[in-house]
């Protein structure tokens, strides 16, 4: 029972980790394989890819993932970059959570079904993440943009990159601390989230909760009127 949960701790923060950057945990589970290697000492290593994710480890797909990697990165800290680059990087993360994910069950079960149906769930949470994460950055960025001189999308996904290889290297090393850094993740979505919605108003024609910046109802569509001009 031990060992099952310390396997899903494992692959929800590897898929979390792909979640905020696609390519930083095939890198790392790639990195980890050599070092646990080169570390044995001559006996087992402490972590070894399974035979059907052993290329994840090779130099050449490694060099790879660290040219994109580094791509994602300054795409990511761009401020300036169309949204349609960040629509663009949700394919990657969904591949990669069900790779890194099926790599991790791979190395203890050779049963392609299981490794499948990780690999599935490993997409939906990196999905789910990264939605989480943008809505964070998002209600982050804007408190800090005025206090940072607009540097705070730079600094944000320079933290965020750090924090993705953090995570991916303790979902294998120390999935309990991985799994605590995703809930670390929801529990700040969730107060600003409820930051957010107490600065909600009610609306005068159908008394829901609006934005007290909207200028029309999302409930009702009505029209909502603007305050007064200064010497009105």
């Known amino acids: 029972m031990e060992n099952a949960l310390l396997a899903l701790l494992q692959a929800a923060g ?34 070894a890819l399974g035979p059907p994710f052993a290329w994840l480890a090779d130099p050449v797909v490694m060099g790879v993932l660290g040219v994109l990697t580094l791509i994602e990165i300054l795409a990511e800290m761009n401020p300036d ?15 990669s959570g069900f790779v890194v994910v099926a790599a991790s069950v791979g190395q203890v079960s050779e049963s392609w079904t299981l490794m499948a149906a990780s690999g599935v769930l490993g997409a939906g ?31 944000i996904g320079g933290a965020e990159s750090i924090w993705a290889g953090v995570l991916a290297t303790l979902a294998i090393w120390a999935p309990i601390v991985a799994g605590a850094g995703l809930l670390l993740l929801i529990g700040i979505w969730w107060g600003g989230r409820r930051a957010a919605r107490a600065k909600f108003v009610p609306c005068p024609a159908c008394n829901k909760d609006r934005h007290p910046e909207a200028t029309a109802c999302p409930h009702c569509k009505t029209t909502i009127a603007g305050p007064a001009p200064r010497g009105a």
Do not use: C
């Not at 898929?15 to 080169?38: E, Q, T």
């Not at 970059?81 to 591949?95: G, H, Q, Y």
């Not at 949470?125 to 607009?150: F, H, M, N, Q």
């Open 81 to 95: 970059a169309p949204e349609i680059v960040n629509l663009a990087l949700k394919l990657p993360k969904l591949v």
């Open 125 to 155: 949470t990196a999905l789910t993440v990264d939605t989480l994460r943008a809505d964070v950055k998002r209600t982050v960025d804007e408190s800090l943009s005025d206090a940072s001189d607009g540097h705070s999308t730079k600094i």
């Open 14 to 47: 590897l898929a979390g980790a792909s979640g905020h950057r696609a390519f930083i945990p095939a890198l790392a589970l790639g990195i980890l394989h050599h070092v646990a290697a080169a570390t044995a000492g001559g006996g087992d290593p402490t972590f």
